[in-house]
């Protein structure tokens, strides 16, 4: 499998290109963790929004997917009307599944849409807002940069 590095500014520029499509009003911003923690924040920022949560989830290992994802650290969203869940990338579409039925589950009255920067059109679930198609395996800046 090609390994294809994915840099700051790409990381950036492709925010930038993400915002123009976002045609939601949302309050709050839940990332999964970890990989949607650098976009929430910085989304955050760009909507001066500070209910800015994270959900962590298990389901990979390195590169391998595991048989079963896991969620947990669910934030209390009671005060939020209109929530965006972001994350860098929907490869199977599980994780992003798991995520909004849970929070649907716990929060009926709310309204959940998801944004990600890359999205493979074999996953089981399309974000409501993404970039591109991945050509391979992503290797995140916040991944590599310290290695």
Do not use: C, H
């Amino acid at each position: 499998m090609d390994k294809i590095y994915y840099g700051y500014d790409e990381f950036r520029d492709d925010l930038k290109a993400l915002t123009s499509k976002i045609d939601y009003e949302f309050d709050t911003i839940i990332a999964i963790a970890r990989g949607g923690l650098s976009m929430a924040q910085l989304l955050g920022e760009y909507y001066n929004i500070r209910k800015v949560y994270s959900v962590n989830t298990i389901g990979y290992d390195d590169d391998k997917k595991l048989e079963n994802t896991e969620i947990f650290n669910i934030p209390n969203l009671k005060d939020s009307k209109n929530i965006l869940i972001v994350d860098d990338i929907v490869d199977t579409g599980d994780t992003l599944v798991l995520t909004i039925n849970k929070l649907q589950e716990l929060y009926p009255m709310q309204t959940f849409k998801s944004a990600s920067i890359f999205y493979k059109p074999t996953a089981i679930i399309k974000p409501n807002f993404y970039i591109k198609e991945p050509k391979g395996w992503i290797e995140f800046f916040w991944s590599k940069d310290l290695d």
